[in-house]
């Protein structure tokens, strides 16, 4: 399976972007979808999820300001970033769980600076 993640780019703290993940196949397929970040000098850090049926969780430091959705009839799965801090500058990941498998896009960088 192939994820591919764009969407990414330069901000000013307060703004806002979308991200998105089109994947190769139906996310149907899966369990669940994810995003992660990574900052720099920093272990990835899983942001958001959200389930088949539509049920989403998310990392407290996000909780509030980040919406994760998807799309299935476009295989795609978004992630919409609100009042950007420049703490979340970082690349971002999205992630496909099927049972004990997951399968990683290439990231998509996120700068939040004045």
């Known amino acids: 399976v192939q994820l591919q993640a764009s969407g990414g780019g330069l901000v000013q703290p307060g703004g806002s972007l979308r991200l998105s993940c089109v994947v190769s196949?139906?996310?149907?397929?899966?369990?669940?979808m994810s995003w992660y970040r990574q900052a720099p000098g920093k272990e990835r850090e899983w942001v958001a999820r959200?389930?088949?049926?539509?049920?989403?969780d998310y990392a407290d430091s996000v909780k509030g300001r980040f919406t994760i959705s998807r799309n299935n009839a476009r295989n795609t799965v978004y992630l919409q970033m609100n009042s950007l801090k420049p703490e979340d500058t970082a690349v971002y990941y999205c992630?496909?769980?099927?049972?004990?498998?997951?399968?990683w896009g290439q990231g998509t960088q996120v700068t939040v600076s004045s």
């Open positions: 959200i389930y088949g049926g539509g049920t989403t």
């Open positions: 992630k496909a769980i099927k049972g004990i498998a997951s399968s």
């Open positions: 196949e139906s996310i149907r397929n899966f369990n669940y």
